[in-house]
C-alpha cells in the first residue's frame, strides 16, 4: 500500500524550531524528487520545499534561509527543519513527490507556532 506518514509537528514558539519527519513508499521516494507542502484552512495547498533524487533543493521564497529540506535516502525519509519559526508558519505541513506522479495525500502534521 502507498502510503505517506508526516511526523514532528507541534506547538513552538515564534523563534522556536521544529523538524518534520515523512516516510514514504520506496517505490515513490526512488524515482521522484520529495517535497514539503502546507495547507492553510481556505487556501491551496503550496510547496514549501523541494529535493529531488541528486540533491538539487528549493524552497518557497517564504521559507528560504529558515527551513532545509533533506533526506535519507536508506530510510525513504524526507525531513525538513524549520527554524526561526513564525506564526504564519502554523499550517498542516505534508510530503509527496515533486512530480506529476503523486502518492496518496497522508494525513499531514500540524504545526502551531504560538507564544
Known amino acids: 500500500q502507498v502510503q505517506l506518514v508526516e511526523s514532528g509537528g507541534g506547538l513552538v514558539q515564534p523563534g522556536g524550531s521544529l523538524r518534520l519527519s515523512c516516510v514514504a513508499p520506496?517505490?515513490?521516494?526512488?524515482?521522484?524528487?520529495m517535497g514539503w507542502y502546507r495547507q492553510a484552512p481556505g487556501k491551496q495547498r503550496e510547496l514549501v520545499a523541494a529535493?529531488?533524487?541528486?540533491?538539487?533543493?528549493n524552497y518557497a521564497d517564504t521559507v528560504k534561509g529558515r527551513f532545509t529540506i533533506s533526506r535519507d535516502n536508506a530510510k525513504n525519509t524526507v525531513f525538513l527543519q524549520m527554524n526561526s519559526l513564525k506564526s504564519e508558519d502554523t499550517v498542516v505541513y505534508y510530503c509527496?513527490?515533486?512530480?506529476?506522479?503523486?502518492?496518496?495525500w497522508g494525513q499531514g502534521t500540524q504545526v502551531t507556532v504560538s507564544s
Open positions: 529535493h529531488t533524487t541528486v540533491g538539487i533543493t
Open positions: 520506496g517505490s515513490i521516494f526512488r524515482i521522484y524528487a
Open positions: 509527496n513527490s515533486y512530480a506529476s506522479i503523486r502518492a496518496p
